[in-house]
């Protein structure tokens, strides 16, 4: 190695160890703030998203769910079809759901929403509604003639803030509602209340299997939806393919596939990430620039000596633009220090509180690379230019200024 | 120490420069048509009152400008009107210079300073030796691992002639050296610059606004309003 090209690294690296530590400080909080700042709006949306399809998977249709086939109102022999389903490689739990329109009738204020006919037991593996009760208990595997409902059918009776006409208004644990299927009417007990903050679910109720044979006997061992967990999320495609091998009697999707309306949810919010990220990384660039623009300008006499005792133009360039990359590079490490120890541990414990979904922050690999590289190229050119243009500049005017 | 120019040769030539600076609308001539010639192991002083323009020339001299008008010379051969690129290799391996205000890097040693002109022509470490030797010739063998901040004005002076002269170079350039010096501190580097010029044959063309400091050179050379007089 020719003995010049050590002095850019030599330069730059007393640069660092010798410098105003406080200043050095300054410069690399700057790049972490401002990585953070790149890296946070895209982290909250992709928790916003993420949170979405949490709800969806956890509370409606697990990972992978199948419906009848078309012209068929139920999958017939479902118990036998769910214990299929749980001996595919790569499925955790599945549960049969038998989703009936009903009429909910509470000391006179009514309405219709989906009761839904489960086994508890499974259901409690696949959907996470058991851990979401607000009130009073799930329900158990040989409740007969209970019910639990969501929130949204419930209501939330004298609270005059979230008071709505369309739900039950108050209905409390252990009062007795009245339900109709058809023209068949059955009293239940409320044995508890649910809130998932997923308003298709919250409108839902559960009633046991046991319960519904009862009032029906005719539906026994049908369903109209059997949803299924899987062990690693991501392989939805990979199972379904496995379950496509058993010829089950319906039409099977992956939880992507549920919700037209979800699905436009989280393309307008990538959109707006995309919006958002674009605003965000512009302004963490030019923060970085005008940081790291200032330093190197700062230097302009340091690199006018330089020029006069012979040090070639390209030596300095590179001496400053290591000199930046050493910054952003540190600024990323710190930025992410922060980001991981601090920040993310932080809204796990307080996530934002969204109506439909609690967002905790979610850090996309993919993202987080482009940003750290973005942000050490923009470092590194705004280092360049102004050594660049000092370079360039007449000897004098680099020493002195202005002679 | 210095390359070898037989005693007594042209080392530099100027013939009639001139150099006019603008301020903003205001044209300041600062030489007017000087002409010299500066043999080899001169010791020349420059002086002259403020504004006369003796750091103008100094700088021509150095290559760290270009003159308007006229010729210079270093060693017969035209340098006045050569690219950048050419005068920074001259001024790395033929010219030493010496600011006033020292014009170290802060975050380099003694040593380092010393040493950062001569690697981009030598291996580091065959550098690292006369560096030391040096630094010791002008009385900092004890400091060289200072940083200039921890030296006095008139250390950080004789570093930089230690830097000055790392190349071996033909002639040294020093702009009035002393000027932020106390009068024991500005006798001391006189006094390297004497030895430097009376031992090693360094040839020397010094600024000075000082009467008492002309003494040490073999020659004066008075400016006043951009002419030598």
Known sequence: MKSEYKIPFILAWKHIMRANKWTLSLIIFFMSIAFINMIFVPSLFNGIIDGFNQQIINTSTGNIFITPRGGQDTIPDSDNIVSEITKISGVAAASAELLVPGTLNYEGKKGSWTINAINPDDEKMVTNVSQKMIEGSYLDVSDIDQIILGQGIAGTGNDESNFSPFDLQGVKVGDTISVTFGAVSHELTVKGIFRTKFDSTDNNAFITQETFKKINPQYAHEATKIIAKIHTEGEENIVIGRLDALNLPGNIYSWEQASNLMNSVSDSFISINVILSIFGILIAAITVFIVIYIDISTRRQEIGILRAIGIKPYLIQTTYIILSAIYSVAGVMLGTGLFFAIIIPYFNFHPFVLPIADAKLLVAPGDFIARMETLIWVAIIAGLIPAIVITRTKLLQAIWGSK | ?229
Do not use: C, W
């Open chain 2, 1 to 229: 120490m210095a390359k070898q120019t037989p005693t007594g040769q042209t080392i530099i030539e100027v013939k009639n420069i001139t150099k006019t600076y603008h301020l903003g609308e205001v044209r300041v001539p600062a030489l007017t048509g000087v002409s010299l010639v500066i043999q080899h192991g001169e010791f020349i002083i420059i002086t002259g009152r403020n504004g006369s323009g003796k750091s103008t020339l100094l700088r021509q001299l150095g290559l760290l400008d270009n003159p308007d008008q006229g010729s210079i010379f270093l060693e017969k051969v035209e340098v006045s009107k050569i690219s950048e690129k050419e005068r920074a290799n001259i001024r790395l391996n033929k010219l030493g210079y010496i600011f006033q205000e020292y014009a170290l890097i802060a975050e380099l040693t003694a040593l380092e300073n010393v040493m950062l002109p001569a690697m981009m022509l030598q291996p580091i470490k065959a550098i690292r030796p006369r560096a030391i030797s040096l630094l010791s010739k002008v009385g900092l063998d004890k400091k060289i691992n200072n940083l200039p901040r921890q030296l006095s004005g008139g250390e950080q002076q004789k570093v930089a002639i230690a830097r000055a002269l790392i190349n071996e170079p033909t002639v040294l350039f020093a702009d009035e050296p002393t000027a932020n010096l106390d009068s024991i501190a500005a006798k001391d580097v006189l006094t390297v610059f004497k030895k430097l010029n009376q031992e090693d044959g360094v040839t020397i063309v010094m600024i000075t606004h000082e009467e008492e400091e002309t003494l040490y050179g073999h020659r004066v050379i008075k400016l006043a309003d951009g002419l030598i007089v």
